[in-house]
């Protein structure tokens, strides 16, 4: 059974940083990417950061690129985002994702609130 499992998700002040945390089960990094996506209220869910597959090969939305780290860690299982200068604007509930054969799955989502 595939599962993504969200943490991180804090109060922090802006120019701040957390670290979230994915842990996924049924499924491998060597075959499937995994993303990073949040949810602004009132705005849609929006692409934030991914890992490919394989060789890891890294991508970041123009907003987030210079500020946000993705990473993984096979042994853990875990994929995470390194998200340092935060700003208000980076206020959402944050989520992880992948699709695998077919199906596109999605953690519970943590929320993450910037301050000014």
């Known amino acids: 059974e595939v599962q993504l499992v969200e943490s991180g998700g804090a109060l922090v002040q802006a120019g701040g940083s957390l670290r979230l945390s994915c842990v996924t089960s049924g499924f491998s990094y060597d075959h499937y990417a995994v993303g990073w996506f949040r949810q602004a209220p009132g705005k849609e869910r929006e692409g934030v950061a991914c890992?490919?597959?394989?060789?890891?090969?890294?991508f970041y939305a123009d907003s987030v690129k210079g500020r946000f780290t993705i990473s993984r860690d096979k042994a853990k299982n875990a994929v995470y985002l390194q998200m340092n200068s935060l700003k208000p604007e980076d206020t959402a509930v944050y989520y992880c994702?992948?699709?695998?054969?077919?199906?596109?799955?999605w953690g519970q989502g943590t929320q993450v609130t910037v301050s000014s």
């Open positions: 994702n992948a699709i695998v054969r077919g199906t596109d799955y």
């Open positions: 890992i490919s597959s394989g060789h890891g090969d890294t």
